[in-house]
């Protein structure tokens, strides 16, 4: 089949070489010079399902399929006529009809006299590397529509030592950083948007990532236009141990941290504003009560104790408004306070007349102290003013919380949303200010506060979201 005519080698030279060609595990075949198959090794009877007897004497057309047109032949054999090497993929047919996918070389072989005598090819059958390629190709468009699918501003990156490379973002990430995905890719993602006084807190984030730690934190970053905003950066590890991949998720909060500080300002500007209030009123306040004090040496009259009453009136709604004032503002610091101790000294300290009090509370909550004495006592006088000097009050423990409960009259269903409100009230003795403090007591720590009946019919107060110390 042509090896005694390929050189003038000796009879071991052409053995090795058949040997070499038989053992080869691509698919070898030649041809004459009008494509005629003169020689097939084992590997092409196993990739076509043509043995040697079948294919040798038939033109190398056989493995021709229709996935090319004329042109495509054409421009094969006008390469390998002119002596030059023809490489690329190629599909063809097997014996029984299913198509492969190869990347073959044919290469025209020559005699002494520069002639061409015949084409060698050489056949890799590529079918399950190019299938794996389109099920790859198509899993990362993907994954690359559910990224863009997303709102949120999301990149992919992979590290290069301790350097964040952007491998891709999605379209909510390039509108609102401004850079296009082209820009960023291949290059460091903190080049790009960490800010200068930022650069400390980014290392720190790639250094976790790194040891496969998830990120939650804020960050400041920079976009295009040179502004920088707040972030809520939620940072996923992609791999194992050593992480070498990581998603991140940046939320723009920039908007409600402004909100948060211009409210932190408002009620900074409150309680100072409340301090003067305060200030100004007592004053006038304390010389009316005195000269009260000295007339009532002087003479007797049924209307001073009125006018005793009204100014300690007035003196209440001045340390309610002024407590009102300051009980919303954040907390900086939190620490574990015993309840049923913080409960026992709020009720040494408040005006409890004939009521009991049952301390059903045992750990600790984190909490600010002094405004944690000051939600219960306002709870603790609001029971008396509403059921009565000789009301139960009961304290206990919920599952992330705690409440307050009596055995008094209750609210009504259809008024427990405005209890809350500053100046409601219904007791002829209340400010209508002690519920409101509670709420922003709450809402300073984080916590919720909810108003039901109690298993004795009175009024139970319900703080939940709370830290819970458990011994």
């Not at 089949?1 to 050189?7: N, Q, T, W, Y």
């Not at 890719?185 to 800010?195: C, F, K, N, Q, R």
């Not at 006018?307 to 919303?328: F, P, T, W, Y």
Request: charge should be negative; include cysteine.
């Amino acid at each position: 089949m042509g090896f005694e005519e390929a050189s003038p080698r000796t009879d071991a030279d052409l053995g090795t070489f058949r040997e070499v060609v038989e053992s080869a595990g691509h698919s070898i075949y030649w041809t004459d010079i009008n494509g005629t198959i003169e020689y097939v090794n084992p590997a092409f009877e196993a990739q076509t399902g043509y043995t040697a007897e079948e294919a040798v004497g038939n033109n190398a057309n056989i493995l021709q399929s229709d996935a090319h047109d004329d042109r495509f032949y054409e421009e094969l054999w006008d390469t390998i006529l002119m002596g030059d090497v023809w490489e690329g993929e190629i599909i063809n047919e097997r014996k029984h009809g299913d198509q492969y996918v190869a990347n073959q070389t044919i290469s025209p072989v020559t005699d002494e006299s520069g002639e061409i005598t015949r084409f060698v090819a050489v056949n890799e059958d590529i079918t399950e590397l190019k299938t794996y390629r389109k099920r790859l190709g198509r899993e990362r468009d993907r994954f690359a529509s559910l990224l863009d699918a997303f709102p949120v501003p999301l990149v992919l990156t992979s590290f290069d030592g301790e350097t964040p490379i952007v491998a891709r973002t999605n379209e909510a990430f390039d509108a609102k950083f401004g850079f296009a995905e082209q820009t960023l890719a291949g290059s460091s993602l903190d080049e790009y948007i960490v800010d200068d006084a930022d650069s400390e807190t980014a290392r720190d984030v790639n250094d976790r990532i790194l040891r496969g730690d998830s990120v939650h934190r804020e960050v400041i970053r920079r976009t295009a236009a040179g502004e920088t905003r707040t972030f809520l950066l939620e940072a996923t590890p992609l791999a194992g141990e050593e992480c070498d991949e990581a998603l991140g998720a940046y939320i723009d909060i920039t908007e409600q941290k402004r909100a948060e500080d211009r409210l932190r300002r408002k009620n900074e500007q409150l309680a100072e504003f409340a301090d003067v209030i305060s200030h100004d009123l007592r004053n006038p306040l304390s010389v009316a009560s005195g000269h009260l004090e000295l007339a009532a040496e002087d003479c007797e009259s049924p209307h001073f104790e009125t006018v005793s009453h009204a100014h300690e009136r007035m003196d209440e709604l001045i340390n309610d408004v002024l407590a009102l004032a300051k009980q919303g503002r954040a907390i900086d610091e939190l620490e574990a306070v015993d309840l049923a101790t913080c409960v026992s000294q709020c009720w040494e300290t408040t005006a409890t007349a004939d009521a009991e009090i049952r301390i059903e509370a045992t750990g600790s909550v984190m909490a600010d102290e002094n405004r944690l004495r000051q939600l219960f006592s306002n709870l603790i006088r609001n029971s008396i003013e509403h059921a009565g000097s000789e009301v139960t009050i009961a304290v206990g423990v919920l599952p992330g919380g705690f409440y307050v409960a009596d055995d008094g009259p209750g609210i009504p269903e259809d008024e427990r949303e405005s209890v809350f409100e500053s100046g409601y009230t219904t007791a002829d003795e209340g400010t209508g200010f002690g519920l409101s403090i509670v709420r922003e007591i709450t809402v300073a720590h984080g916590w919720d506060v909810d108003v039901c009946e109690s298993v004795d019919g009175g009024a139970r107060f319900e703080i939940t979201g709370v830290d819970v110390v458990t011994d």
